[in-house]
C-alpha cells in the first residue's frame, strides 16, 4: 500500500499546480510573438514546462512517500526428541512411536513453521530418531 504523507493542507499543493500554470502561461502566452520558432509547438511547450514547475514545486513541500506491505510469517514451533538409547528402553513399540511424532509434525505444521530437534550427546537438525545416542547432553 502506497501512502503520501506531507504536513501541508490540499491547497498547497493546488498552489503548486497554479505555480507551474501560471510559470508556464507566462513563457508561452504573455506577449508570445507569432513568428517565433516555438510558436507551433507551444501546446507542448506549455504541458511540459507546467509540468515540470508544479513537480519541482510539489517536491519544495517534502512529500513522503511509504510503501507497507504486509507478509504473514507462521510462528516457529520448536520440537526436541532425546535420541538416547536410554528412550527406547522405556517404550514398548518404537517404530509406532517414530510414525505417532511424524504425525505430530505434520500436523504442528498446517499452522506452525516446525523445526525438530534431536539431541544426545549433542543438537541435531531433522536427524531421523533412531535412539542410537549412548547418553543425554542437555547441556550441548
Known amino acids: 500500500m502506497l501512502q503520501l ?14 505555480a507551474g500554470g501560471s510559470y508556464a502561461f507566462f513563457f508561452y502566452w504573455w506577449q508570445s510573438a507569432e513568428n517565433a520558432p516555438w510558436y507551433s509547438f507551444r501546446w507542448l511547450l506549455f504541458a511540459l ?14 512529500p513522503f512517500f511509504r510503501i507497507r506491505s504486509n507478509e504473514e510469517v507462521l510462528p ?6 532425546d535420541n538416547s538409547a536410554s528412550v527406547a ?9 517414530r510414525l505417532s511424532m511424524e504425525q505430530f509434525k ?35
Not at 504523507?5 to 497554479?18: K, Q
Not at 531421523?128 to 550441548?140: K, L, Q, V, Y
Open 5 to 18: 504523507i506531507t504536513e501541508f493542507p490540499w491547497w498547497a499543493w493546488a498552489l503548486c499546480l497554479l
Open 49 to 62: 514546462r507546467c509540468i515540470g514547475v508544479t513537480i519541482i514545486a510539489v517536491l519544495l513541500l517534502e
Open 106 to 140: 505434520e500436523r504442528l505444521s498446517a499452522k506452525y513453521d516446525v523445526q525438530a530437534f534431536t539431541f544426545g550427546y549433542a543438537w541435531e537438525s531433522d536427524k531421523a530418531i533412531d535412539f542410537s545416542e549412548g547418553a543425554t547432553n542437555m547441556e550441548a
Open 89 to 97: 528402553m522405556k517404550l514398548q513399540d518404537t517404530a509406532a512411536y
Open 76 to 81: 516457529v514451533a520448536v520440537v526436541l526428541q
